[in-house]
């Protein structure tokens, strides 16, 4: 099935880079080819059925992936010794397939049918979740803010969700509103929030760390931060954007 070579590649909503970026495909995720013009091709991305345009040149066949990036980034190196010369990351949440992993780095498959190393405590087995899903979007703290993004190198809010969802086996949409309709139960106005509580506004999600501390990536702080949930709330509010729900999973 084809799949996506490079670390990542932005998905547009036309055949044109100037369209304007949607999301990223990551490294190793499967896609369903509808179209290709011979540089441009039109899929499918498997993980979240999200539709648009990508580069032809970054699709192509991969090893079935039986591991996925749990770190921000995963830096490749040319041998097992982490000192040997990188060629490379992965981002969190990109596809794996390892090769070997007896020793602290894995061997892993590239796309040009070579190999390369990774530390084996930044990938997990693709069946497997964390239990605390929430450390895991904690960990993407810093990153800094990207419309659209989905490359741990820049995120927007509804990438962290789903990034860090996606570690705890949850699979949730790419978009907050679809998010906002699809992830949980709403809580009743006199239910307080809690770890793992997902915050929506219209076109914003955030996460709530404890029970008055949000993180979230966005564009007031330019990067994924936290800060308290009434502080947002009321900045938010006075841009006429009020909290539409909170749901807990």
């Known amino acids: 099935m084809p799949s996506v070579l490079p670390p990542s590649t932005p998905i547009y909503a036309e055949p044109d880079h100037q369209s304007g970026r949607e999301t990223d495909a990551l490294h190793g995720e499967s896609i369903t080819l509808l179209e290709n013009t011979g540089e441009w091709a039109r899929i499918i991305l498997d993980?979240?059925?999200?539709?648009?345009?990508?580069?032809a040149g970054d699709i192509g066949e991969m090893p079935a992936a039986s591991h996925r990036i749990i770190a921000p980034r995963g830096l490749v190196t040319t041998t097992a010794d982490i000192k040997s010369p990188a060629i490379g990351y992965r981002p969190m949440g990109a596809r794996l397939c390892v090769l070997d992993q007896s020793d602290e780095m894995a061997e892993i498959s590239l796309p040009d049918g070579t190999s390369g190393f990774i530390p084996r405590n930044q990938i997990t087995p693709m069946e497997s979740r964390v239990e605390d899903w929430v450390s895991i979007a904690e960990s993407l703290t810093g990153t800094p803010y990207r419309w659209g993004g989905r490359d741990t190198i820049g995120i927007d809010?509804?990438?962290l969700v789903q990034l860090a969802l996606a570690a705890g086996g949850y699979m949730a949409p790419r978009n907050s509103g679809d998010q906002e309709r699809s992830l949980g139960r709403t809580l009743l106005p006199d239910q307080?929030?809690?770890r793992g509580d997902l915050v929506f506004w219209k076109g914003h999600v955030g996460v709530m760390r404890d029970s008055?501390?949000?993180l979230h990536a966005n564009?007031?702080?330019?990067?994924t931060a936290s800060e308290p949930l009434l502080t947002a709330i009321e900045r938010?509010?006075?841009a006429?954007?009020?909290v539409t729900r909170i749901a807990r999973l």
Do not use: F, K, V
């Open 47 to 55: 993980t979240d059925g999200y539709e648009g345009w990508i580069r």
């Open 219 to 223: 564009m007031h702080h330019t990067m």
């Open 192 to 194: 307080p929030p809690m």
């Open 212 to 214: 008055t501390t949000l």
């Open 236 to 238: 938010l509010q006075s």
């Open 157 to 159: 809010c509804s990438a």
């Open 240 to 242: 006429g954007l009020p």
